[in-house]
């Protein structure tokens, strides 16, 4: 058979693409093409289909819950309880750049607060702390502030196997030794300094002079090294 030559072929080309160009605009009765459809995941996996929220979620909720009920109990103590009527003593220290700066009035508020031991635990005190200097200046400063207030309670708790013996001279020394120690391993030598430092220089001052009268037949016969005044307690 012989080959149509190409002049011959176009017409037919053309045609053919007319053709499908027509059958592309008539009506048809074909199924349009249908989109896919979404394939879902199993809800089981999410622990908030049955109100079990995340452990993250969970332990925000439960720390918020304990820290609003320590914060009533406080509240309670002021309004019901030995702190009634009374100031907070000291304040929240002083800051240098957004740094708390250590200096003795922190320790008077802390003082003040733990005066309150037996009404409330040291936890609720320390949540209140955290709000308290959150609402008052901001979480950083809470932090820098709670970080000094658990080295304090820490020192609180500590035992100490020194005890001065208020008729035995021998006892003071080692007794202030130790407490020192401690309190600058615990606290920091510039919170301990802070805190401290004067009361230290005070009872060597007063221990000294006692020492002094006694041997002169003039002191005291006995004396409280601990419970009497602040710049002679131990």
């Avoid at 009920?69 to 009634?84: D, K, Q, Y």
């Amino acid at each position: 058979m012989k080959a149509l030559p190409r002049r011959a072929l176009l017409p037919v080309a053309l045609a053919l693409l007319g053709a499908a160009a027509l059958w592309l605009l008539l009506p048809t009765d074909r199924a349009p093409s249908q989109a896919a459809v979404p394939v879902f995941t199993e809800w089981s996996f999410n622990p908030f289909a049955e109100g079990q929220p995340l452990d993250g979620v969970q332990h925000n909720a439960d720390a918020a819950r304990a820290a609003d009920a320590a914060r009533a109990r406080v509240a309670r103590v002021w309004e019901n309880g030995s702190l009634r009527g009374s100031d907070l003593d000291g304040d929240w220290g002083t800051w240098v750049d957004n740094q708390l700066q250590p200096g003795n009035a922190l320790r008077r508020r802390f003082d003040y607060l733990l005066t309150a031991l037996g009404e409330v635990q040291p936890a609720d005190l320390r949540h209140w702390v955290e709000q308290e200097v959150t609402a008052q200046m901001s979480a950083g400063a809470a932090r820098q502030v709670l970080a000094v207030w658990d080295r304090y309670i820490q020192l609180q708790q500590r035992h100490f196997s020194q005890h001065a013996n208020p008729n035995d001279a021998a006892t003071w020394q080692p007794a202030l030794a130790e407490r020192t120690a401690a309190r600058r391993q615990i606290l920091g030598a510039d919170w301990a300094e802070a805190f401290y430092g004067d009361e230290e220089r005070a009872f060597v001052a007063f221990t000294e002079q006692l020492t002094a009268q006694r041997a002169a037949g003039t002191g005291p016969a006995e004396v409280d090294l601990l419970t009497g005044p602040p710049s002679e307690q131990l």
